[in-house]
């Protein structure tokens, strides 16, 4: 049988082990109100507000002194989420935990050579997604059907049945990409595990960080005002983004380069994303200018055609597109009766 | 039609039922499928259940339908209206139809009937007769048309078992009583897969969606090592194998593939496309909710059944595939182009009286060539 250690659950502490581990150790959540828990309670207030730039908490577990303790913070940054309620918070938690176990499974995969030490990983995509990933020289090897069922959801051709080696019923995979097509189940899990778990109540000693959460998710709540005469994929995005949860890649580079293409300069745009779960905003600034052209090879880019965003499941018809082929069109073009 | 076509035809097509009801069976789990028919001159009759083969031919003997259809999808409620059925899985289905092979001998079999005066005709200007501009399309099969077909379906066979590693006796090779082949699939590895999943699976088998960089080409880096060798599988074998012919690695073949650039590349590929990948529908495999024609059934298009290839090499749906009895029948036949049944070539016939055997009589009325006389 599979031995879990503390290693292994500070890497990923969402799995159902951790509570048997904790359990087995001795530490008991219902005495939150001892000393004792107020800098672990510290750790996972901070490891909260990192999720909440959109970096990646702890990613190298050398640096740690205590695994038992990181495995705590995870634990108690869930009881303090639950405890403030804002499902905002949860979301770009959940997502900057799911980067993050992402890269421990990509680096345990990678670097696994034998089979004891890819046997963790395998494991997790197995029970946690039911996907049987194979070892086939330096490939990893899922089946046709568990690799469509997710595959279709990314927008890149390279993604494409056609385009990936394909034998015997099954599909040839490096490390990245087997990690890399679990990724939103990631999130999901982590999600709906936080949603699903029930928290004890907090003592007193957590109640000023709940409420420092509670002002913190707010912030990322207030609301931008959406111009009327935005086309409807337009509005879609930046209610997406309003509401914290994920836009994917094509809908901010539709987003920015609609907005440029209106006038709009970078300092303006900016602001909009940043209630986007994985914020990061010299990033953001820098895809930005990019995008805008003063960065880079200086090549300024158009906001992709209405035939491009349907492909890419962007587009939310109106009638009143009125059969415009670009989203900057919107509202321009009349019929000739009209 | 005339209404005394009508009547020959469901007095042909009751005897065949009457006559080989022990070749007409329902599928696998038939409880949990949807069955629907169709009767001449009428429209369609969906959402039935039937458990058995009892309950299948008492319905081919009281209601003597045109056609039969049965789902490839399996479901709890198959009686009941779509969205409360609840879909549990389905049959992987593939169509290879001749029509959509676009061969040159098809203007030699096909015809144009004019929607106003039924006047038929080799072309599809204007009616001599009346003038009108609006046709119906009439079109038969050759010799050629299933040859061609048959290449497909073999391409298909390859990468289903090769590709994607189902077992041949999981595979049954249908003809659609008509112009081409149904290929159902029963693995259960892909029975779940949705409408989307299935688009994806279909664009792989048509060699849909390919790009340069698959193949060692890149915009940035190109890269002639990665190009495939012969002995690969999948894309990659076929690929290397179309543009490498006998010359198991051409350094000269791959050097000219690559100097035309990425644009080239993709053009090339684009042309590969049609040469190599699989001319299936893939309407019909995204369907997941479609009836498909019984096994067995007659084909009211053509009056041949739907029957099962057992050896695609010597395969004669000319032949095999039609059932209908040869007692002789006469006919007003106006059809400008012929066509062969059981070894015996029938037409062309302009508007002429003619005593032909039942099973061409009931292909030429089907086909709309033809009115019954008596």
């Known amino acids: 049988m599979l031995q879990i250690g503390n290693r292994d659950l500070a890497k990923y502490p969402f799995l159902a082990e ?63 989420l639950k405890s403030a309620g804002m499902n905002t918070l949860i979301k770009r938690f959940s997502l900057a935990e799911a980067r993050r176990a992402e890269k421990f499974l990509q680096q345990d995969l990678h670097y696994g050579k034998d089979d004891t030490k890819l046997a963790l990983p395998l494991k997790i995509i197995h029970d946690l997604f039911s996907v ?4 086939d020289g330096d490939n990893f090897v899922i089946s046709i059907p568990d690799y469509l069922r997710r595959a279709i959801h990314f927008h890149e051709k390279e993604w494409k049945l056609v385009n990936r080696k394909v034998e015997g019923g099954f599909v040839f995979l490096t490390s990245h990409e087997t990690v890399r097509l679990i990724r939103r189940e990631l999130d999901g899990y982590i999600n709906s595990k936080i949603q699903s778990l029930n928290t004890p109540s907090i003592p007193s000693s957590f109640k000023e960080r709940v409420t420092d959460l509670v002002i913190l998710a707010k912030k990322f709540s207030e609301s931008t005002t959406v111009s009327t005469d935005y086309p409807p994929c337009i509005k879609h995005a930046i209610e997406v983004l309003e509401r914290g949860e994920n836009l994917p890649h094509s809908g901010r580079f539709m987003l920015a380069t609609y ?4 006038g709009q300069t970078v300092d303006q745009i900016a602001p909009l994303f940043k209630n986007a779960p994985d914020y990061n905003e010299r990033i ?55 | 039609m005339l209404d005394k076509s009508v009547r020959f035809l469901e007095e042909a097509f009751k005897e065949y039922y009457f006559n080989n009801l022990q070749i007409i069976h329902v599928p696998t ?4 499928r949807e069955f629907g028919y169709q009767k001449f001159n009428s429209g369609m009759t969906r959402h039935i259940s039937l458990k058995n083969d009892n309950e299948l031919h008492l319905l081919l003997m009281t209601q003597v339908p045109s056609d039969v259809y049965c789902s490839n999808a399996y479901y709890s409620f198959p009686n009941l209206p779509m969205q409360e059925k609840d879909w549990k899985e389905a049959d992987l289905i593939f169509d290879i139809d001749a029509k ?12 144009y009937k004019c929607t106003s005066c039924k006047e038929i005709t080799n072309d599809q200007t204007t009616c001599s007769e009346c003038g009108s501009s609006k046709f119906e399309t009439i079109s038969t099969v050759c010799e050629r048309c299933i040859t061609e077909s048959t290449k497909e379906v073999k391409k298909l066979l390859e990468i289903l078992t090769d590709d994607l590693g189902i077992k041949s006796q ?33 664009d792989y088998i048509m060699f849909n969606g390919a790009i340069p960089e698959t193949f060692g080409m890149s915009k940035q880096k190109s890269s002639k090592a990665s190009f495939p060798h012969i002995d690969e599988k999948g894309w990659r074998g076929r690929i290397a194998k179309e543009i490498l012919g006998s010359k198991t690695r051409s350094s000269k073949i791959i050097q000219e593939l ?14 590969l496309k049609q040469r190599i990948g699989v001319r299936i529908d893939p309407k019909v495999t995204m369907d997941v909710h479609r009836i498909f024609r019984l096994e067995g059934s007659i084909n009211s298009k053509s009056g041949l059944s739907k029957i099962l290839c057992k050896d695609l090499d010597t395969f004669d749906p000319f032949s095999e595939a039609c059932l209908i009895d040869d007692k002789k029948v006469e006919v007003i036949a106006n059809s400008p182009i012929s066509f062969r049944l059981k070894d015996e070539k029938y037409g062309p016939y302009i508007n002429e009286k003619v005593s032909v055997p039942k099973y061409a009589a009931v292909y030429m009325i089907c086909k709309g060539l033809a009115e019954v006389l008596q």
């Open chain 1, 259 to 262: 907005l440029m293409a209106k």
């Open chain 1, 18 to 80: 951790t509570g048997e581990y904790l359990r087995d150790k001795g530490f008991k959540i219902e005495q939150l109100d001892h000393p004792d828990w107020k800098p672990i309670m510290e750790k996972a207030y901070g490891r909260i507000i990192v999720a909440t730039t959109g970096q990646i908490y702890g990613s190298d577990l050398k640096k740690f002194e205590n695994l038992d303790t990181e495995i705590l913070s995870f634990v108690i940054a869930i009881i303090l």
């Open chain 2, 29 to 32: 789990r038939p409880s949990e």
């Open chain 2, 100 to 111: 959509d092979l676009h061969l040159d001998c098809r203007k030699e079999h096909t015809c």
């Open chain 2, 170 to 202: 999981e595979i049954a090779v249908y003809f659609s009583g008509n112009e081409g082949f149904h290929i159902h699939v029963t693995s259960k590895g892909y029975q779940n897969l949705d409408s989307r999943e299935r688009a994806e699976l279909a």
């Open chain 2, 258 to 271: 690559f100097s035309g650039g990425y644009s080239v590349f993709q053009l090339k590929l684009e042309d």
């Open chain 1, 132 to 135: 049987k990933v194979k070892i």
């Open chain 1, 284 to 338: 953001t600034r820098y895809q930005l200018e990019h995008i805008a052209g003063s960065s880079g090879k200086g090549t300024k880019y158009s906001c992709p055609s209405c035939d491009k965003l349907k492909s890419e499941n962007l587009c939310f018809e109106i009638p009143e597109c009125n059969g415009i082929i670009n989203p900057i069109q919107f509202g321009k073009k009349r019929t000739s009766n009209a």
